[in-house]
């Protein structure tokens, strides 16, 4: 068992010396865009998860209260209605004047310039269609569709994620090559060392394992150096990002890399850097 331990310390201290710091530059690059792509797209779910989801349609009204009674039974009757409800203008404005910044312009107006509106719930898929049909209804001024855009949003967050996923793919086959190159120019050097080491009863598992802690601890070094472009990155980004929140009220900030991701991705790279070496070390072996 010592003597086992022995070998991998030894294995692992020859496969220290062997990282290289401009492969280890480009893989933490190459990492550090789909990390950062991630982070961004997170921070966007948290604040679409902020904004109201649910499938409201606002119809403004231009109608006296009996011709609103009238326009609410009719709407309710439609099968795509999941609920409906009466906002009079009275209330309308007294919502608008809890909102930050805006009593003081509602106290200028002088009068209540809202009109009754009538709030309609809906099937997500069935808000657009819906909305364009209470658009033509009597009494009927102005159709918002209140949660659209930010189901865009949604959508837009969704797509976002896949082509992170898609991007971490591709740059993830690129370092697993650039690592299958690097150990393969590591095993042609030390050709006739290896091959002294199989006359001298050496097992592959013993000439594999130094070229194997290499790819690992390759892509162990460049996922470290990606964490600190990306944390680096969102601390210069929040500066600015701060100011435009505290503009509107906001205190949003971009989340950077949590505990598990950060130590997802120093095992992706890890991972990325060991399957590259295993693929050239089982290679160049069979050549030689």
């Given amino acids: 068992m010592r003597a086992w331990l022995r070998q991998h310390r030894q294995a692992l201290a020859r496969a220290a010396r062997r ?22 797209v997170e921070s966007l779910r948290v604040l679409t998860g902020r904004l109201t989801l649910d499938p409201q349609i606002s119809l403004f009204l231009d109608a006296k209260a009996a011709d609103a009674d009238a326009l609410a039974a009719r709407i309710k009757r439609d099968s795509r209605v999941a609920g409906l409800r009466f906002v009079p203008r009275e209330q309308a404005l007294k919502e608008l004047a809890a909102v930050q910044g805006v009593p003081e ?15 309609v719930r809906a099937r997500p898929d069935a808000i657009e269609p819906l909305a364009a049909d209470l658009a033509k209804l009597p009494g009927v001024t102005h159709v918002q569709a209140d949660a659209l855009w930010a189901a865009r949003l949604a959508r837009l967050a969704r797509l ?3 082509a992170v996923w898609i991007l971490a793919a591709v740059l ?10 690097t150990i393969r120019l590591q095993i042609v050097t030390q050709r006739e060392e290896i091959e002294v080491s199989r006359l001298l009863g050496a097992t592959d598992a013993f000439i594999r394992r130094p070229f194997y802690y290499a ?60 399957l590259g070496a295993h693929l050239s070390v089982t290679r160049q072996l069979r050549l030689m």
């Fill in 215 to 274: 790819g690992l601890l390759q892509g162990l070094a460049g996922g470290t150096v990606a964490l600190a472009l990306v944390y680096a990155g969102f601390a210069l980004l929040n500066r600015e990002v701060a100011a435009l929140a505290q503009s509107y009220g906001s205190g949003f900030r971009l989340a950077v890399l949590e505990a598990p991701d950060a130590l997802a991705l120093l095992a992706f790279g890890a991972l990325l850097g060991a």
């Fill in 172 to 181: 993830g086959g690129a370092l697993v090559a650039v690592t299958f190159n």
């Fill in 160 to 162: 976002a994620r896949l």
């Fill in 105 to 119: 312009l509602v106290a200028a107006l002088g009068r209540n310039p809202l009109p009754d509106a009538l709030v």
């Fill in 19 to 40: 990282v290289g710091v401009l492969n280890t530059l480009v893989i933490g690059i190459a990492l550090a865009l789909p990390a950062g792509g991630y982070a961004l």
